[in-house]
């Protein structure tokens, strides 16, 4: 299974390789699952130039090839990921939640981009496609993660990117581990 969090350039330039006139998935016996929200931003002539430029030859050659899965809301990938709807950075945006015994981790996509994000959730980066359910959004997220204390992978912090939410003196930080 390819999960992919959004359809940003950064999170989809490995799927396919151009060989001649022919897209060739990565993994050819895997599955890519997209949320079918982002499938159609990334259609909307209004924003795909801008938002999605390498859509065309890394995204939409797998409709042809019969390799999509489409996730709706929060969805079950498998018993131990969920996909967690975290809409703002792109419409369609997830995070991907993991449960294995007691234990839970986040793949956290571009919910946020720096730790400084996690004290000023304010704060948006220009890549946030929709400002005020970015901000909304993140949050709701770190509100959840701090109380139960779930671990975080971050893909655009610091490496290696993981860490946990921390209080302290009554604000919120990132602790790496
Ligand atoms: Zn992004």
């Not at 704060?123 to 970015?134: G, I």
Request: glycine share 8%; aromatic share 8%; charged share 25%.
């Amino acid at each position: 299974m390819v999960v992919m969090t959004h359809l940003h350039r950064d999170h989809v330039g490995w799927n396919l390789s151009a060989q001649g006139t022919k897209f060739v998935p990565t993994f050819p016996n895997a599955r890519y699952w997209m949320s079918e929200t982002d499938w159609k931003a990334c259609h909307d002539a209004d924003v795909q130039p801008a938002r999605f430029p390498n859509a065309p030859s890394c995204v939409w050659p797998l409709e042809q090839l019969g390799l999509i899965e489409f996730m709706r809301g929060e969805h079950a990938i498998t018993r131990e990921l969920t996909a967690v709807p975290t809409p703002g950075h792109t419409p369609g945006h997830v995070s991907i939640l993991i449960t294995s015994g007691n234990e839970r981790a986040l793949v956290l996509g571009d919910a946020a981009h720096s730790p400084v994000q996690i004290e000023n959730p304010d704060w948006v980066s220009r890549a946030d496609m929709d400002p005020d359910l970015t901000r909304q959004t993140r949050r709701a997220l770190i509100e959840r993660l701090d109380r139960e204390q779930i671990l975080v992978a971050a893909g655009h912090f610091e490496a290696p990117g993981f860490g946990r939410i921390v209080r302290l003196e009554g604000r919120r930080y990132w602790r790496g581990l």
